[in-house]
């Protein structure tokens, strides 16, 4: 099937950001933060700020991994999107611990999200066959 491993990393992908969805939930329910309101105590800010920079960065990403994938190649796209979640996942849980240690996950997913907007411009530019 046409671009079926980028497919699993996009089912991996968003399975990953309801993550965060939830955590934002399970946070404004300990910390008694009601909605609409954005402020609380640090520990939900945390999760807000994880989950409000995973949409963030979903916005160049999700693009890039598809026209990687259709453009380039599609195996290539999906080890780049895993390595995408790797750096999230890294992100959050330092994030949650001491926001000061998120670089590491957040280096690391933003080269991945260059690689395929970098993959996707070879692709389109057809400066590999």
Not at 45 to 73: D, G, H, K, S, Y
Not at 114 to 126: K, P
């Amino acid at each position: 099937m046409h671009l079926l491993w980028t497919s699993w990393v996009s089912v991996a992908v968003l399975a990953m950001y309801f993550w965060t969805i939830v955590t934002v939930g399970k946070a404004r329910g300990k910390y008694g933060v009601k909605a609409p309101s954005m402020d609380g105590p640090e520990e939900f800010l945390r999760a807000i700020r994880v989950q409000a920079n995973t949409v963030e960065q979903l916005v160049f990403f999700f693009p890039a991994l598809w026209m990687c994938a259709a453009w380039f190649n599609d195996h290539a796209a999906a080890i780049a999107g895993a390595v995408w979640i790797i750096g999230r996942m890294l992100y959050a849980f330092a994030y949650f611990k001491e926001p000061s240690k998120r670089i590491t996950g957040f280096a690391l997913s933003t080269l991945a999200a260059v690689s395929l907007w970098l993959g996707a411009l070879i692709g389109l530019t057809g400066l590999i066959n």
